[in-house]
């Protein structure tokens, strides 16, 4: 049987094929660090080495509680070299939620960052699986040991034999609508991503610079930072921070990167920071946006400032990355655009039979990155995964042209006399008028008991709060329709996001 480690095909080929000396991986924090795909093979055989000294048996679970830096990179390739599988675990959680994750994946192996330590340093002694704890940089304390303890004495290992079907590494889904859930991928899935949408829609080269906003923890951020330039040998940037618009605009003016990929709320905080400073020059060829759909506004004015385009796709957990999306020479702004080669779409109603076009229908998605499920959540693994078809639990209405038009979550949708109102559809008119920043809407309940549009919203920093309420009702009635006008207009300093930037419209919904 050959072997379809993942780890061979984005890390060791490279070495083989004339790019063992080529930048691979390289980290802004105090200092500059960088990472050869030569460094990078040897480096994650060791940890592989590592894992079988420390007596990390295959198919154990590694939390991994790591900011956007080497080690993540040398940790995630050996655990795949030894056939452990790797839990990426997002970096800004609060202690419980850490607490209820440990317990579920039931990981006999944490290795943290030292600065994410004391988020979880309450919690690991009550824990009833974990063996071992590896901390990267700082002081270990008691019961800890140091990444360089870790690896000292252990020798690099060969790359153990897998098939494509088996699990390679878990994600945790980013919990937009409540708990997160443990999603299990298979090493083939990585490649599958980066010869569909890498290849194919983005088009990655090996001469490209990637930076990706987006963590690797969520699935979006490691298929931009490891999936797509690993799989031509391009070079990624690694920020450890906090990606604000100001480092943000510092980062695509000194390193040079020419593919930016980010989410739709960074892509507006960032113009509201360009309307104050000068933009710099920049090498960008292409910007990609994910996690949220992209206002057409925001595309719109990206384009405009930046003369580089924004390819808004959708992706999920449950797929690892985007299988709708626009493109280079087929894109619309205020659309989702339409399947990535490799997928297939489906529009269906509640009675599970496809939509006509101009209705709205959940949509679904065949393709060979569907997760192997969820962990622990048979219930929900058989709502979701239908056969070969996954629920994105994403409602969609396809155009005349064929392209996708987001109209909100399934869960965010309402009816308002008798007919689908889309929050998103609502949101975005929001986002046109030129005092507002971000918008969310929910449906609230009038004094009649009936939902209507409640609108939250975030104002840009020059604008004044007095009478905006009914300025944008009346600006909504005239974009969108009359009947379709937020009855409420609730003004806020911040929208609750989850750590990837999608809003949580279930915390708004709560404080009605």
């Not at 500059?32 to 590592?50: E, F, H, M, N």
């Not at 974990?130 to 800890?144: A, D, R, S, T």
């Not at 920020?239 to 020419?258: A, C, L, M, S």
């Not at 693994?381 to 042209?401: C, L, N, P, Q, V």
Request: with cysteine; net charge negative; hydrophobic share 40%.
């Amino acid at each position: 049987m050959e072997n379809s480690n993942a780890a061979i095909w984005f890390v060791d080929r490279h070495v083989g094929e004339g790019r063992a000396d080529k930048v691979a991986f390289r980290e802004l924090s105090g200092f500059q660090r960088t990472i050869s795909y030569r460094d990078l093979s040897s480096r994650s055989s060791l940890v592989a080495g590592a894992f079988h000294k420390a007596g990390i048996s295959r198919e154990s679970r590694v939390a991994c509680l790591i900011l956007d830096q080497i080690e993540y990179v040398e940790v995630f390739w050996g655990a795949l070299k030894a056939g452990v599988v790797p839990v990426a675990l997002n970096t800004l959680l609060a202690t419980s939620v850490y607490d209820i994750i440990l317990n579920d994946s039931r990981a006999n192996c944490l290795i943290v960052s030292h600065e994410l330590w004391p988020m979880v340093e309450p919690i690991v002694s009550d824990n009833p699986y974990l063996e071992k704890i590896i901390m990267i940089g700082g002081e270990p304390g008691k019961g800890v040991i140091s990444y360089e303890e870790f690896l000292d004495g252990a020798s690099e290992a060969p790359v153990i034999s897998v098939s494509g079907d088996e699990c390679a590494f878990w994600l945790y889904s980013s919990g937009s609508t409540g708990q997160p859930k443990g999603v299990r991928h298979v090493h083939s899935s990585m490649r599958v991503t980066a010869e569909t949408y890498g290849a194919q829609v983005l088009g990655i080269r090996k001469d490209d610079i990637v930076y990706s906003a987006a963590k690797i923890f969520f699935a979006y951020g490691l298929g931009n930072s490891f999936s797509f330039p690993m799989s031509v040998g391009a070079t990624t940037i690694l920020y450890n921070g906090r990606p604000t618009p100001d480092v943000v605009v510092d980062v695509i003016e000194r390193e040079k990167p020419t593919i930016f990929c980010g989410v739709p709320t960074l892509y507006a905080a960032t113009l509201a920071h360009l309307s104050k400073v000068n933009k710099p020059p920049s090498n960008l060829r292409i910007c990609v946006s994910a996690g949220e759909a992209l206002p057409a506004e925001i595309g719109n004015k990206w384009q405009e400032l930046w003369g580089v385009d924004i390819l808004d796709g959708v992706g999920s957990t449950e797929m690892l990355h985007i299988f709708l999306s626009n493109r280079e020479g087929d894109l619309e702004y205020g659309t989702s655009g339409v399947a990535v080669p490799g997928y297939e779409l489906r529009c269906v109603g509640e009675d599970g039979e496809p939509v006509k076009q101009g209705e709205v229908g959940e949509l679904l998605v065949k393709g060979d990155s569907a997760a192997d499920g969820y962990w622990n959540q048979r219930e929900k693994s058989r709502a979701t995964f239908e056969g070969e078809w996954t629920r994105t639990g994403d409602k969609y209405e396809i155009s005349e042209t064929g392209r996708y038009i987001y109209c909100g979550r399934t869960d965010d949708m309402f009816k308002v006399s008798g007919i689908w109102v889309s929050p998103f559809e609502v949101e975005q008119a929001l986002i046109e008028h030129p005092s507002v920043l971000e918008a969310a809407v929910v449906a609230a309940r009038d004094d009649d008991g009936l939902e209507k549009p409640k609108a939250f919203i975030v104002l840009q920093e020059s604008a004044a709060a007095e009478g905006i309420d009914e300025a944008l009702k009346e600006f909504v009635k005239e974009k969108i329709g009359k009947w379709k006008y937020p009855r409420w207009v609730s003004v806020v300093d911040d929208l609750p996001k989850t750590a990837t930037g999608k809003i949580q419209r279930f915390k708004l919904r709560a404080e009605q």
